[in-house]
C-alpha cells in the first residue's frame, strides 16, 4: 500500500476525529484529484506554465493531505520546476496520472472497507 495511514488518521484528528468527516474528504480527493490531473496534462501540452503550476500545487496539498506521499511529491516537483519558470519532464507528468490512478484505487478500497 502507498498510502499513508498516518496521513489519514492526522486529517481524522485534525477534522474533529470524526469517520464521516475522513470518508467525505477521501470522496471529495476522488471526485477533484481527477480534474486536477487533467488540468495539469492540458495546461503541460499547450505550455501554459501558471495553469500547470498552480494544478500541479493543489494536487501537491491534496495527495499529501490523503497520505499519497509519493504523489505529493512528483507534483512538488512538478511545481518546482513551473516555479523556476520551466516544464518539466514528460516522465513527470505521465507519472502524475499513474500514482493518482494507485492512489485512487486504495483510497476507493479503504471506503469499501468502512474508513
Excluded: W
Amino acid at each position: 500500500m502507498t498510502i499513508d495511514m498516518r496521513a489519514l488518521e492526522k486529517l481524522k484528528r485534525v477534522m474533529g476525529g470524526g469517520d464521516d468527516d475522513l470518508r467525505e474528504l477521501i470522496e471529495s480527493f476522488l471526485e477533484e484529484a481527477p480534474v486536477l490531473v487533467a488540468a495539469l496534462e492540458r495546461a503541460y501540452a499547450e505550455s501554459d506554465l501558471a495553469g500547470a503550476r498552480r494544478a500541479a500545487h493543489s494536487l501537491k496539498s491534496n495527495a499529501r493531505d490523503m497520505g499519497a506521499s509519493e504523489l505529493g511529491e512528483t507534483c512538488a516537483r512538478i511545481e518546482g520546476c513551473y516555479v523556476a519558470g520551466s516544464p518539466p519532464a514528460v516522465d513527470d507528468i505521465g507519472q502524475v496520472r499513474a500514482l493518482h490512478a494507485q492512489a485512487a484505487t486504495e483510497l476507493s478500497a479503504l471506503l469499501q472497507q468502512g474508513a
